[in-house]
């Protein structure tokens, strides 16, 4: 088998190929096509090709993530969306919860809606939270809002009526009378694509699936004509934000659930590494050309949550932001990465990022006509980046384009010289990464310091060293290939669908028969929206449930086992939750009555090539090819750095720091007082020294 893992970055695009029956593992990285994502993809895959042995086969299986969902919804690029809802609810995406996410802003602001309220239509028709019919369907009413919608020119519409997660037939009528007014129209219904309670979040999520469901249809399609000329007749599948994948079809039609698709890929692809590294605690960190990305994974597992928001108004402050109440890796992302932009402030201090260069204009060292001095021309600067190894040699750095940038805009009005600003610039986006890092481990209820740190991406390596001692982490892990890591995550990916169930009701009330119903009701869906190529003999489920103190506002979600009795099973429920509670909350309520308000099961299927990461070289030596001058954060000197090639590490072999280690994706910057060493799955691994020691 071959698969070919594909992620679509702000500025790069990335593939990862490995062969599962030779175990070769091949690597591509491109920039990416703003105009038409789908360009770079092409490219990438005949690149690949090119270096296939002849007898090699061809391409069983694809994996893509892109960002393009959450790019339509920030920059609203999406399609012009109707809203079909309960007569009295047309509102809802403006009162939202009623609450402000800053109390002390008396400018406070809030994302505009994506369906102005002209185009969100009433019809008549209401349900009890029970599922009971207390109004039935007016279809009139439905036709005369189909009908506005229509002459409106609404390109794909959103139906979420009151309470239709318990009785979806009214959302389903609702649907036939568009296709029938509206034929080939894209209709998203709420009991689809999230059945679940909580209005607001249950509406906002239906409209953003509806706002790019057009455009991820036509992209895909185009992805797919176009990987068909290049030969392409395999299995196509998608990176969902959950951390599992799914068939090009299930993402047709609910492309919400792709939204984050490359930062989850990129944390599963840490979670394998730190698992075979005996890892039990690590921070995976993801710097690539336009973002950081950081995410706590434990026992080699990914944390989800299901609150997530995009398209803030204020960046790091929840509420400010569109919710979509979709299973996601909990991450925090922050605009911080090689492309990412310094300047002056106006009161004469550096700020770097979030805005970014992308990959257009790009740095102002790759040559394309960028002026703004950025993170990449500031690593170049102090000799981290060698300028004729870039991308294995395929693209040439222009180091005096960079220092011009990096005088002219912050050196000379700053009064300091370039090497200074740039070492300014890269230990302010460390900082700021360290910063977040903090903020976002601590809400967690960790401590950086017992975590491990395993970088990649395209600059994570440059500067996982030195963010790694700002948060006072000893041991750092760059994985293979670290610059394509997301791309080699979607391969290691299982298959995976997670269902939902509104069901609010005291735990002690649950019984037996109760259980059975809603999970009996959840596997059938399961089943329905996997790929029909998934064997059932291998699909694992696990279960969760949502649940709070009676009288509290907001859930916790308890994992559990249906294993023995059903006495066994509502003891276990209630271990995990006080378990969860007390780590995030520090105590628990005894005698307090549990609410339950939805249930959830996911089901996966661990795919065959996740055991393939290539085999390490047999070689000898450190891969030393010669040294550098550089700057060496750690003793904030200029100092000579032994230059390595990764490939020639023998592993087991140590050698100290301060060293870089050369690979085609990325390149490792390791400060004075560390030891570096590979251990026998292809991982860099660096011990950091103490403050105080090696220097």
């Not at 590494?273 to 336009?290: E, S, W, Y």
Request: glycine share 10%.
């Amino acid at each position: 088998m071959i698969t070919i893992g594909s992620d679509i970055g702000g500025t790069f695009t990335d593939f990862v190929e490995v062969n599962e029956t030779s175990g070769a593992v091949r690597v591509y990285k491109t920039l990416t096509t703003p105009d038409d994502p789908s360009r770079a993809i092409e490219q990438g895959v005949a690149a690949l090709a090119e270096q296939r042995e002849p007898d090699a086969g061809a391409v069983d299986v694809m994996v893509h993530g892109t960002t393009l969902v959450i790019n339509a919804v920030i920059e609203r690029k999406g399609a012009r969306t109707g809203l079909i809802t309960t007569r009295g609810f047309r509102d809802v995406l403006e009162i939202g919860r009623e609450k402000r996410f800053d109390a002390y802003d008396l400018q406070i602001e809030y994302p505009l809606p994506l369906v102005p309220r002209y185009m969100r239509m009433e019809v008549d028709e209401r349900l009890h939270a029970t599922g009971a019919v207390l109004s039935p369907l007016d279809e009139s009413s439905v036709r005369e809002a189909v009908q506005r919608l229509k002459d409106e020119g609404c390109e794909s519409i959103a139906v979420c009526l009151l309470h239709a997660y318990r009785d979806p037939s009214h959302e389903r009528r609702v649907s036939e009378i568009v296709r029938e007014m509206m034929p080939g129209c894209p209709v998203s219904l709420s009991s689809d694509v999230l059945p679940e309670m909580k209005e607001y979040e249950r509406t906002t999520t239906t409209v953003v699936n509806a706002y790019a469901k057009p455009v991820a249809s036509r992209y895909l399609s185009r992805l797919q004509q176009r990987l068909r000329e290049e030969g392409f007749q395999g299995e196509m599948l998608m990176m969902m934000s959950s951390g599992g994948i799914n068939s090009v079809d299930f993402a047709r039609e609910f492309p919400v659930q792709v939204i984050e698709s490359g930062p989850a890929a990129g944390t599963l692809g840490a979670a394998h590494f730190a698992r075979l590294a005996d890892l039990d605690k690590v921070l995976a960190f993801d710097m690539g050309g336009t973002t950081a990305k950081l995410a706590l994974v434990e026992n080699g597992q990914a944390t989800l949550t299901n609150d997530f928001e995009v398209a803030h108004v204020h960046r790091f402050k929840p509420g400010s932001g569109i919710p979509v109440r979709i299973s996601v890796v909990d991450l925090i992302e922050i605009g911080a990465g090689g492309g990412s932009i310094a300047r002056r402030t106006p009161v004469g201090t550096l700020q770097v990022g979030p805005q970014s260069a992308s990959a257009v204009p790009g740095p102002a060292c790759y040559g394309q006509g960028g002026t703004d001095p950025t993170v990449s021309d500031a690593d170049l600067v102090l000799g981290y980046l060698d300028p004729e190894h870039f991308l294995g040699g395929r693209m040439a750095l222009d180091k005096p384009a960079a220092e011009r940038a990096i005088d002219a805009t912050l050196a000379a009005p700053l009064g300091i010289s370039v090497e200074d600003a740039a070492f300014g610039v890269h230990a302010i986006v460390n900082e700021n990464m360290a910063s977040a890092a903090k903020a976002y481990v601590s809400e967690k209820g960790e401590n950086p310091k017992s975590c491990a740190l395993v970088a990649f991406g395209g600059a994570g390596p440059v500067h996982a060293c030195d963010l790694a001692a700002r948060l006072g982490i000893r041991t750092v892990l760059i994985p293979p290939r670290a610059g394509v890591a997301a791309a080699f995550g979607m391969i290691v990916a299982p298959v995976m669908y997670a269902a939902v169930r509104s069901r609010r009701m005291l735990l002690k009330d649950l019984s037996a028969r109760i259980l059975d119903a809603v999970c009996a009701e959840m596997f059938q869906e399961c089943r329905e929206r996997l790929p029909g190529t998934v064997d059932p003999a291998r699909i694992v489920y696990e279960y969760s449930i949502d649940m709070r103190y009676l009288g509290q506002g907001y859930d916790v979600t308890a994992t559990f086992a249906r294993e023995g009795s059903h006495e066994a099973v509502l003891a276990a429920i209630r271990a995990s939750f006080e378990s969860t509670y007390r780590r995030l909350y520090g105590r628990v309520f005894d005698g307090l009555p549990l609410e339950i308000m939805n249930f959830r099961v996911t089901a996966s299927a661990e795919r065959r090539v996740a055991s393939a990461t290539g085999a390490v070289r047999a070689v000898e030596g450190d891969g030393k090819i010669g040294t550098r001058r550089a700057f060496c954060t750690r003793t904030r000197k200029w100092m000579e750095f032994s230059v390595h090639r990764r490939a020639d590490i023998a592993p087991g072999r140590p050698f100290p720091g301060p060293a870089i280690v050369e690979e085609n994706e990325s390149t490792t910057v390791v400060p004075s007082g560390a030891r570096i060493r590979v251990d026998p799955h292809g991982s860099l691994i660096v011990e950091l020294a103490h403050q105080g020691e090696g220097k």
